[in-house]
C-alpha cells in the first residue's frame, strides 16, 4: 500500500508542479512565512483522506513550503476535538487552517469567527458563501465528472457481458455513505454515464450510514450481490466493497467493481473495473499560490477536467474491448462543455421530463428559492456553491432501506 501512495504521490507531484508553473509562486522568505494547519478526519490508510494528504504534500513541494510549515493533525472525530485542533494550529502560528471532511465544518467555521486573521478551509462544505465571512471557505471538486466516466467503464464492461449472454438483467449495485447531496449527485452521475452505453440498465443504493466503515461496505456489497447486481459502485473510503466483489468474483460470481479515491487494484486485481478520484494538489496549489501572492482566496472554489482536478484510475485488467478509446471521448466532450453530465434529455423523474430544479439561493442556504440549477437543458452542478446540490432521485434509481 506505502509503495502504491508514493507512486500516486510522485504523479500527483507532477501534475501539481504544471500548475504551479502557470504562476510563480512567491515562493523563498514568503514560503517560509506561510504556515499551513492540516485537520484530518482519518490518515494515510483511509483512502479519501489519502487522497488529501498526497494532494497537501505535492502542491506544497511545488510551491516551496518546507516540512515543518505543516502541521498534521489525523483521525479527528466529527465533534469539538476539530475545533479544538484547529484553534491548536492557530496557536502554533498557521496562516491557514484545512479540515476535510463535511461534518468538520460547524467546527472549522466557528474558530473562523474567533480568529479572523488567519484563513480557513471546510473542505467539501457548503456554508462559506452563507456565513459572510472573509476568513472562511469551501472546495470541492466536480467529481460528478469522473464518476460519469467511471459510468462508461462500468458500462461497456455490461455491454460486453450481455452480449456475451453472461447476464441478462443489467442491475448495478452502489454503495452510498450518507443520503446527502454529493452521494446522490455521485451515483446519478455513474449511472448516467453506464446508461449512455446500456439505456436499459437499473441501480439500487445500499447506504451504511458511515464515511469509512471496511465491515459494513463490505456486507452492503455482499446484500447488493445477493440481489443480483453484476457491478458494485460506492461512494464510501474503503477497500470494504472491492475486496467483497473480489471474493466472490473468485467463488464463481459474474461481478465487478468500481471504487473511488483510489486505486482499487491492489484490494480486486481482477474484479476492479476503475475508480472515480481527485487530483487535489489542483486546488492546494491554488490555495498556497493565492496566499504567497497575497490574493484573495474564492470563498467557493470548484473544478474538474478541464483542471485537471479530477480524474479515473487505471482499467482493469477485464475492462470491455475499446473501454479506453470510450472514455478518451468523454473525457475530450466533457473539457469541450459538449457533453453535460446531468443533461435532462437523459433523465426523468416520476416518469416526467424534469425542466425545473432551485439550487442554493445566492445565501447558500439550502432555501431553494432563489438559483435555477436548470438552464440551457442541464443542471449547473457546483456552479452557485462549489458542494455538490443535483439531490433529484431520477428514475431507474432505488435507494433502499
Known sequence: MKKFLALILALVMALSLVACGEKTPAGGDDAAKLKVGIVLVGDENEGYTAAHMDGIKAAAAACGLADENLVWCYNIPENEECYDKCVECVEQGCNVVITNSYSHQTYTQQAAEENPNVQFVAMTGDTAMKSGLKNFHNAFNYTFESRYVSGIVAGMKLKELMDAGKVTDPYIGY???????????????????????????????????????????????????????????????????????????????????????????????????????????????????????????K?????????????????????????????????????????????????????????????????????????????????????????????LRIDGITELN
Not at 436499459?200 to 450481490?225: C, P, R
Not at 457533453?339 to 416526467?352: C, K, P, R
Open 299 to 391: 470563498t467557493d472554489w470548484a473544478a474538474g477536467y478541464n483542471e485537471g482536478a479530477v480524474c479515473i484510475t487505471e482499467l482493469g485488467p477485464e475492462v470491455a474491448e475499446g473501454t479506453a478509446e470510450a472514455v478518451a471521448a468523454a473525457e475530450k466532450a466533457i473539457k469541450a462543455g459538449e457533453l453535460h453530465v446531468f443533461d435532462t434529455a437523459n433523465f426523468t423523474v416520476g416518469g416526467q421530463p424534469v425542466t425545473s430544479a432551485f439550487t442554493f439561493d445566492s445565501d447558500g442556504d439550502w432555501a431553494n428559492d432563489t438559483n435555477e440549477g436548470i438552464v440551457d437543458g442541464y443542471y449547473h452542478e457546483s456552479e452557485y456553491i462549489s458542494a455538490p446540490s443535483f439531490s
Open 175 to 297: 454503495v452510498g455513505a450518507y443520503p446527502y447531496a454529493e452521494v446522490v449527485s455521485g451515483y446519478t452521475g455513474f449511472f448516467l454515464g453506464i446508461k449512455s452505453i446500456v439505456p436499459e440498465a437499473h441501480m439500487d443504493v445500499q447506504y451504511t450510514n458511515s464515511w469509512f466503515n471496511i465491515q459494513d461496505e463490505g456486507k452492503a456489497a455482499e446484500a447488493l450481490m445477493s440481489r443480483g447486481c453484476v457491478i458494485i459502485g460506492q461512494h464510501a473510503d474503503s477497500t470494504g466493497a472491492p475486496k467483497a466483489v473480489q471474493t466472490a468474483k473468485d467463488n464463481g460470481q459474474v461481478v465487478y467493481s468500481v471504487g473511488y479515491n483510489v486505486d482499487m487494484l491492489k484490494a480486486a486485481p481482477t474484479a476492479a473495473l476503475t475508480s472515480a478520484s481527485n487530483n487535489w494538489s489542483v486546488f492546494y496549489t491554488y490555495l498556497f499560490n493565492a496566499m504567497l501572492n497575497g490574493e484573495e482566496v
